[in-house]
């Protein structure tokens, strides 16, 4: 017969617990189904006897083996005498206990016990077989199979080829066998710990006392009388649907069927509440009389109890009012108490009336006022234009749109600050999730210039009609609050500063190419081909974001002016970020395409050296990155400052034509700096350059390679969102361009 291990515990542990938590016990004691019998209550089949001993022998089981007093052989008690024990038919299982849904059978339980020396002086296992066939299996919900001892560790297996889980007793199982063994024979516990012990036994009975269960030379008898196993009984092995249909069926008058899932079928038959008597002997279970005992209602002293099919009725007599029960409204007499009880419901509907009008009232007030003050905002911050230019606009595209208040604060449950994504000069930035599910960026401005409502709606509505691959959409705004809200495109992987000033960049040459070509392309794009032009005024890494892909979008637009068709260039105030700004911007207040090109010098001196456009920490003359890279350039000492991977990477022609490159970008006089269209086209070229030969080839891919397992050049380093090396929060909508001076921005 092939065995399964189904459990297996180290009983060492057990030094470690407390006995509640080593054994798992409770204070519950085993309900026998013999405590009560009401008058007129048959136990057994009419002629037969019905006590074994102490022990009372419900039908379907009978006493005396053959004696036709039980449903068939399995349920035959063997009732022996002095002292009068019952066994399961003609085996050694000892009955203690009958009840209508279990029995209870004396436990076995498996000893070693060792010499000083850690010889074994005494080794039995223990088992306990129900028979395949019978209609008995060990509880798999009442039993617990525990292990007593330190440096122990015992083991139970089941048979019948069934496959077990690990550290429990599954349903069904009718055969076991359980041995105990040891980790050191016992050698450094055996002053105190001579024994070990296992077993099967219900868990609600056995109680773990700690050391005292070690030393107990009458442990293993002591357990085998006091904590029995539990066993569960059925009929047959139909369900109850199945066992209707046949002659056979069992369940008698106002009884209920009810299956048990065994693994082999079987059904059980029970009294219906209210009902007593044996449900599987004719006529079945009878009516209790609750009236007839005061204990079995709860009617009141001046109710009358009235008996029904398996209940009662309580009812008040002449002259009371209530419901009759005792733990209800009992009953009241008319004369002094109705006058109370209708004042009392008079009084309580009256006040609970008066503060539902009052609450309807206040809340309604408050909405009104929520409303008008929406209404306001809307006003205030050109919702009207805003929707006539939209449905003017026959070019926009179909997803831009006015959000509601109501729409964004459940987007980012009621602008939370586990939401945040990032916070700048001009506000904070959250993430958003709509009803569709789409993930959005959300921008709420701290400021608002109402002077130049108009142009901020203008700005709005052209930059919904921005479509490029590289600039992140902006989706819609909301007016409704006392800023304006705009929704962006949700961009997930931070900023290309993080990337670029983390301690060990991804960013390989043919990667630095690519991003800084696509960046260039969104500008030109911004630049030249959008319907009218825009000059973003704050180009910087921060402020270029890369997507699962590694792919850049130009972000925050929050410091961008639109620049008539007819103009070259606009008059504001100075604004941008240091290190980047274009000085001749600085000192004319002429803002023009080609500030937006400086700063765009910056960032791509910033990805040949990996270092920052501004750092107090280096020499004097290292501070200023745009200053230094074109010093280095004039001392021919380019190839020092650049990145040592820029260096092994890129090829000399490429080295020395995106050196020069960056040097036209950094002129002081804006006319002698290339656009951006030609900085596009001069990238697109450097990328086609022949590389060094040992470096390898990754193709011409642009986002699937970068996520290729076998190319990719990334290393495994998770970027936070929130990644600041400079101290000052650079995260990856960050909204602050350090302005020099007060903008004229409306967002």
């Known amino acids: 017969m092939a065995l399964h291990i189904f459990s297996l515990s180290l009983s060492f542990l057990l030094l470690l617990s407390t006995p509640t938590s080593a054994t798992h016990t409770t204070n519950t004691t085993t309900a026998a189904a013999n405590t009560t019998v009401p008058p007129g209550f048959m136990v057994s089949k009419p002629g037969c006897p019905q006590k074994c001993g102490n022990l009372t022998i419900p039908y379907p089981f009978g006493i005396g083996i053959g004696s036709g007093c039980s449903i068939g052989p399995w349920f035959d008690i063997n009732c022996t ?50 028979g395949d066939t019978s209609p008995f299996t060990f509880s798999d919900t009442l039993n617990k199979f525990t292990v007593i001892g330190c440096d122990d560790f015992a083991l139970i297996s089941g048979s019948l080829g069934r496959n077990f889980t690990s550290g429990c007793i599954p349903k069904g199982l009718k055969n076991f066998y359980s041995l105990l063994s040891t980790l050191a024979n ?41 904590v029995p196993v539990v066993l569960d009984w059925v009929i047959g092995n139909q369900t109850c649907v199945e066992a209707q249909k046949s002659s056979d069926y069992l369940c008698q008058k106002n009884s209920v069927c009810t ?9 059980r038959c029970s009294c219906n509440e209210g009902f007593f008597g044996n449900p599987y002997l004719s006529p079945g279970c009878q009516d209790i009389d609750e009236c007839a005992d005061p204990n079995s209602n709860d009617c009141d002293d001046h109710a009358i109890c009235t008996n029904t099919p398996g209940s009662f009725n309580c009812s008040c007599v002449k002259g009371y009012l209530g419901d009759g029960r005792k733990d209800g409204q009992s009953c009241i007499a008319k004369s002094s108490q109705f006058p109370v ?69 459940k987007a980012t449950n009621n602008f939370a600050e586990d939401r945040i994504l990032g916070r700048g000069g001009y506000g904070v930035v959250y993430k958003g999730i709509l009803p569709d599910q789409r993930v959005v960026a959300i921008k709420k401005s701290r400021i608002m210039d109402e002077s130049q409502i108009e142009q901020f709606i203008n700005e709005v509505v052209i930059l919904t009609q921005v479509n490029h691959r590289n600039v992140v959409k902006l989706l819609g705004c909301c007016l409704e609050t006392e800023v304006p809200l705009l929704v962006y495109e949700y961009v997930s992987n931070g900023t290309l500063f993080q990337h670029i000033h983390k301690g060990l960049s991804w960013l390989s ?59 070259t260039q606009v008059t504001t105030l100075v604004q941008g970020t240091l290190g980047y700004l274009d000085p001749e911007y600085f000192h004319t207040s002429q803002l023009t395409e080609k500030s937006d090109v400086y700063s765009f010098g910056v960032v791509l001196a910033e990805l040949l050296t990996g ?23 004039k001392e021919n000492k380019l190839f020092q400052i650049l990145e040592p991977r820029v260096v092994r990477e890129g090829t000399l022609e490429q080295l020395q034509t995106i050196g020069e490159l960056v040097k036209r970008c950094l002129c002081m006089k804006s ?64 909204l602050d361009t350090r302005a020099i001076f007060p903008a004229n921005s409306p967002r």
């Open 509 to 567: 040459w043919d990667n630095r190419l690519r991003i800084a070509a696509e960046a260039a392309g969104a500008f030109a794009y911004l630049h030249s081909a959008a319907s009218i032009p825009i000059i973003h005024r704050d180009v910087k890494s921060a402020n270029i974001l890369l997507d699962n892909n590694y792919v850049a979008k130009i972000s925050d637009f929050g410091a961008s002016r639109l620049v008539p068709l007819d103009q």
């Open 341 to 409: 009880i209708k004042f009392s419901l008079g009084l309580s509907l009256g006040f609970l009336s008066f503060l539902i009008g009052v609450s309807w009232i206040y809340f309604g007030i408050k909405r009104r006022k929520l409303i008008k003050l929406r209404e306001k905002f809307f006003q205030q911050n050109g919702g009207f234009l805003m929707k006539q230019q939209i449905s003017s606009n026959e070019g926009g595209p179909e997803n831009s749109k006015v959000f509601t208040a109501e729409e964004l604060e």
């Open 671 to 734: 006319e002698d700096r290339p656009t951006m269209k030609e900085l596009v086209v001069e990238l697109e070229s450097l990328r086609k350059f022949t590389k060094h030969p040992w470096v390898h080839q990754q193709g011409h891919e642009e986002s699937v390679v970068l996520m290729s397992e076998e190319a990719s050049d990334l290393y495994t380093v998770p970027i936070s969102a929130n990644y600041n090396n400079t101290g000052d929060f650079s995260g990856q909508y960050s």
């Open 186 to 226: 016992h050698t450094k516990v055996w002053s105190f710990d001579p024994c070990s012990y296992a077993f099967v036994g219900d868990q609600n009975i056995f109680k773990f006392r700690g050391a005292l269960d070690f030393s107990d030379p009458g442990f293993m008898n002591r357990t085998m009388d006091t």
């Open 259 to 267: 299956d048990f899932d065994s693994g082999n079928g079987g059904y």
């Open 611 to 633: 270092k920052k456009p501004l750092c107090p920490d280096r020499p004097p003359e290292e501070r200023n990155l745009a200053t230094y890279f074109i010093m280095s350039l």
């Open 81 to 130: 005498s002095n002292p009068p024990t019952a066994y399961i038919n003609t085996g050694n299982l000892d009955i203690v206990d009958i009840s209508d849904t279990h029995i209870r059978i004396k436990s076995v339980v498996a000893s070693r016990c060792y010499a000083q020396s850690g010889l074994i002086t005494q080794d039995n296992p223990a088992w306990t077989q129900l």
